[in-house]
């Protein structure tokens, strides 16, 4: 490439040009700057010298670039004046730097303060030819009437036009009028939202981050919210969260819940609660204030479910910080958020459920004071068979209340006083399976945690429906609902209870017969088994059974806990009804 370009003498006969010539003759000059820029910011990144200094020129480069390539997708003659004299020039700026640029990939200057200084006076001047071109376009030359529409790549679009078509919303975003602006933004939304291409050229692409930041503290509502959506966006992608909160956006996204539009407020709330996931935010977050505006937001009432969900998201995420978590408490978000728990709206409901469990986890004080407060009675209402709560919502209340109090038998006796148990035995039964695995899950761990519990799971039905579960496809299901029926049958008034079904024993019998992997955990079956020998009834019918031969089988086998068993079954008056065979 020449070094110098657009120097040519202008023919004398330019001056004699009609309009529609010299509008051709400033298009081929701006079509030559734009590639000169294109090719000095492309050898600016190979430069190893004064970084510093060339990251700025740089930075003015891509201005500079944006605003000619407006200029060049103008579809309108009656400028030409206008820009005549302010492309000649920046052509010669140009030019300069180019020379400089080459003299510091070759290491050819003369000395660093010299250079240094060429490209101080590089960098003022790139600055005026930017303001210039900012204050022409400021006057109204570039609207959306004299704009042409660049359409948009298809899907199979190679990354140039991809970018190419970037480049050109991010100038329509700079530099044209309120509609412009807007209508660039949701050109932008939409194809960052269905195609994750875009997503890395938003990135790459000049200051188009900057640029969306920026428009989060703009006066124009419309604007405020086209970009706090695509943010919102950006920020679901790990790889991109640093460069928008290296960009400044936390604070702008603050200032938005505080006193944006419902819908930019939707956006802002959203994207802080993928910026907080990890809680590396959390101190940002604070700092600005955002603590107090998002529970504002969840203590409003006339707040929409859309943006009170995504706030109480937040600030579950942020209770991960001690002193946070401490200042939420002071300012009475507890009540707050019980209070959300009861909601009809699924999002409000299970991140406000989601947000107690997380403050109350592993805090005794808080967890008293969630109690106190009514948490555990809103959370067990949320379990109600008859409310229209859906599942999911269920699981997550199954989880907080297993995680907040099984801790202690003091909310243990609450969750029975308040009915938990026969909730807990109707998802067991008739729930669906991803509610019904979790209400086993939560069966069994209530199982070990007084002998209070195991007598009224015994009293609700809970045996029946565990026997059900114990030939489950599923080894884990089959291995829980074994072992919460053994803990549960070691109470002798839920063995009385058991034996009072002649199929559970043949059932349990039947099961030892089967393979390994298509039976529960053999070891807990005979256990259960022996356990039921303590009840008179129960061993006359294990004794009884047609079905005994497998527990021979296993005695024979050498299993110790089936000839343990065997054992016992033929002392006394039960001798007479085994075979033979047992002689040890």
């Not at 298809?154 to 919303?169: E, H, I, S, V």
């Not at 006066?219 to 991109?240: H, N, P, T």
């Not at 008739?430 to 209400?439: F, I, R, T």
């Not at 519990?453 to 829980?480: H, N, Q, T």
């Amino acid at each position: 490439m020449n070094s110098k370009m657009g120097e040519e003498e202008k023919p004398k006969q330019q001056q004699h040009q009609n309009p529609t010539e010299s509008f051709t003759a400033m298009k081929s000059s701006l079509r030559q700057a734009i590639e000169v820029i294109s090719s000095l910011i492309s050898l600016s990144h190979s430069i190893r010298v004064f970084t510093v200094k060339w990251q700025l020129i740089r930075k003015k480069l891509e201005e500079l670039n944006s605003g000619l390539m407006a200029l060049e997708n103008c579809d309108s003659s009656e400028n030409t004046a206008v820009f005549s004299g302010l492309i000649p020039s920046i052509l010669v700026t140009v030019n300069e730097c180019y020379d400089l640029a080459r003299r510091c990939v070759d290491l050819s200057y003369s000395g660093k303060l010299l250079m240094q200084s060429d490209l101080d006076v590089l960098v003022a001047k790139f600055d005026r030819h930017v303001k210039n071109l900012s204050e022409i376009y400021t006057a109204g030359i570039l609207t959306q009437g004299f704009a042409i529409v660049v359409s948009r790549p298809g899907p199979g679009a190679c990354k140039d036009d991809m970018r190419f078509y970037t480049r050109d919303l991010l100038t329509r975003m700079k530099i044209g009028d309120i509609e412009m602006k807007r209508q660039a933004l949701v050109n932008l939304h939409d194809v960052v939202g269905e195609d994750e291409r875009y997503v890395k050229l938003v990135v790459e692409v000049g200051d188009v981050v900057n640029v969306l930041v920026g428009f989060l503290d703009s006066s124009e509502m419309e604007i405020q919210e086209e970009a706090s959506k695509i943010v919102s966006l950006l920020s679901g992608f790990d790889l991109y969260k640093g460069v928008l909160v290296g960009a400044g956006i936390i604070g702008p996204l603050i200032r938005v819940l505080e006193s944006g539009s419902d819908v930019g407020k939707e956006g802002a709330a959203r994207c802080l609660q993928k910026l907080t996931v990890n809680s590396d935010n959390a101190w940002s977050v604070s700092a600005h204030g955002g603590v107090t505006a998002l529970l504002k937001i969840c203590s409003t009432g006339d707040c929409g479910g859309e943006l009170i969900g995504p706030a109480c998201g937040v600030l579950r995420n942020l209770v991960g910080v001690e002193e946070i978590k401490r200042f939420m408490v002071e300012e009475g978000a507890m009540s707050t958020f019980i209070k959300l728990a009861r909601s009809r709206e699924e999002i409000v409901q299970i991140n406000s459920i989601e947000f107690l469990q997380n403050i109350a986890s592993g805090d005794e004080s808080v967890r008293q004071t969630l109690v106190r407060e009514g948490g555990v009675r809103a959370l067990v209402r949320v379990l109600d068979p008859k409310s229209a709560t859906s599942s999911k919502t269920r699981e997550v209340a199954l989880r907080a209340i297993e995680n907040l109090c099984f801790c202690s038998q003091n909310y243990i006796n609450m969750l029975m006083i308040y009915g938990f148990i026969d909730q807990l035995y109707f998802f067991l039964r008739n729930g669906e399976v991803s509610v019904q695995e979790l209400a086993l899950k939560v069966t069994f761990r209530l199982c070990g945690t007084s002998d209070e519990a195991k007598k009224a799971m015994g009293d609700a039905g809970f045996m029946p429906e565990l026997v059900k579960l114990l030939d489950a496809k599923s080894y884990e299901v089959r291995e829980m609902a074994t072992e919460a029926l053994s803990s549960l049958v070691s109470l002798p008034k839920n063995r009385k209870r058991f034996v009072q079904d002649d199929r559970n024993i043949g059932f349990l019998l039947q099961l030892l017969d089967q393979e390994e992997g298509m039976s529960g955990n053999k070891k807990l079956l005979l256990s259960i088994l022996m356990s039921l020998t303590s009840c008179n009834s129960g061993r006359r019918k294990i004794a009884s059974s047609g079905y005994l031969k497998n527990v021979e089988k296993l005695a024979e086998a050498e299993v110790s806990d089936a000839k343990r068993l065997v054992r016992k079954l033929s002392t006394n008056r039960f001798r007479s009804m085994l075979s033979g065979f047992w002689h040890s």
